[in-house]
């Protein structure tokens, strides 16, 4: 029991350092594992599942900080953009990161929309097909 214990906190030091490391060698070593039993572990099903599922919460906490930031992100460059002072060139830079912005955030809403819409048409058309069957 206890070297079952112990089994999983390395699978799971290893998963962190997987996380925060930038080669597998590194992560082996941080983890305090031999890089081929690192490199089998990625293999087997379940430890490869829990790493990816870390990996999602890591991105899913990165992609929240970014969008918690972007508020700001958008004060700054339209401050930039409307400071008299800030020579030309800036300004331009400033306006085009806007308009680019703004232009890829529509197209964005505009294909989660058609998703959307997409996946209630084929709930429907499955829907439909049970009724029939």
Known sequence: MIAES????KREEAI????AC???????KSAGISEPTLLRWLKEEEFSADYRAARRVSVN????RLQQASSSAVDTLVSI????????SVRLSAARSVLEFAIKAGEMQ?????MQELETTLERMAAAAEEKS
Not at 6 to 9: A, D, Q, S, V, Y
């Open 110 to 114: 505009e294909l989660e929309e058609r």
């Open 61 to 64: 906490v990165a992609v929240t």
């Open 81 to 88: 953009m409307q400071d008299a002072e800030k020579a030309a």
């Open 16 to 19: 962190a350092a997987l996380l």
């Open 6 to 9: 112990g089994k999983i906190r």
């Open 22 to 28: 930038s080669t597998i060698a590194e992560a082996a």
